[in-house]
């Protein structure tokens, strides 16, 4: 397979996109924020041989690049393989809730399974079973 169609070579592209093209759609959210990529993964003709050498090959097709601070720039030390799931809670948009967690006259207990914001595409709600002051308990979204 040509290197220009290997999947780690198009992500390390879109990464280099994002982070260095001011035309690019992503660039406000990563280069624009002063979000950037490593030196050795942009060196000419070695960039890719060296985030491979870094990250290795992408463990399944249902993998992408996250960066562990969404804060730090794209470096081996602030990357891993994550799935979409685990992406879905490394957003800097998202707010941590958890059990025991009160919101008004709402206990958090848990989240509820199945119904997280990979369940229906393009959703971000988020359900969590809760219980309020009078006793009663019920699941309810967190958008």
Known sequence: ????????????????????????????????RGITVCERWTIENLGYQN?????????????????????????????????????????????????GDVFGMLTVICEVEGKDRNTVKNSKRRYFEVKCECGNTKPIRMD
């Open 51 to 99: 985030f491979i050498q870094d990250m290795g090959l992408k463990p399944s097709p249902d993998h992408s690049i996250d960066r562990i601070d969404n804060n730090g720039n794209y470096e081996p030390s602030n990357c891993r393989w994550a799935t979409t799931k685990e992406q879905n809670f490394n957003k800097r948009t998202n707010a941590i809730v958890n059990p």
């Open 1 to 32: 397979m040509k290197i220009s169609k290997q999947p780690e070579y198009l992500i390390l592209q879109q990464i280099k996109q994002r982070c260095n093209n001011p035309k690019s759609k992503k660039y406000p959210d990563y280069g624009g």
